[in-house]
């Protein structure tokens, strides 16, 4: 890092890297679970439900933790990227 250049902070991808974190650790935990992972987090967006992400691994925690809206933000800018 140079001392004699500003750096940039950007909270929208601190943010970003930390949803992407937490959608792979619900993942890997729904997985694991026997869920079909796409489908559970799909069930969660759309009806904003928790009983659709296991509490396995503190997966329903970790989720809940974010809005969905902001989840979904997250998804459509990686998939248009």
Do not use: C
Not at 10 to 16: I, K, M, N
Not at 33 to 59: E, F, T
Request: net charge negative.
């Amino acid at each position: 890092m140079e001392i004699d250049k500003t750096n940039v902070f950007s909270l929208s991808e601190l943010t970003d890297e930390v949803i992407r974190e937490v959608l792979q650790e619900v993942y890997r935990a729904l997985e694991e679970r026997g869920y079909q992972p796409v489908n559970q987090l799909v069930g969660y967006l759309m009806s904003g439900d928790p009983g659709y992400i296991s509490s396995y691994h503190d997966a329903r925690k970790k989720i809940t933790k974010f809005d969905r809206s902001q989840i979904l933000e997250f998804l459509l800018k990686e998939s248009l990227q």
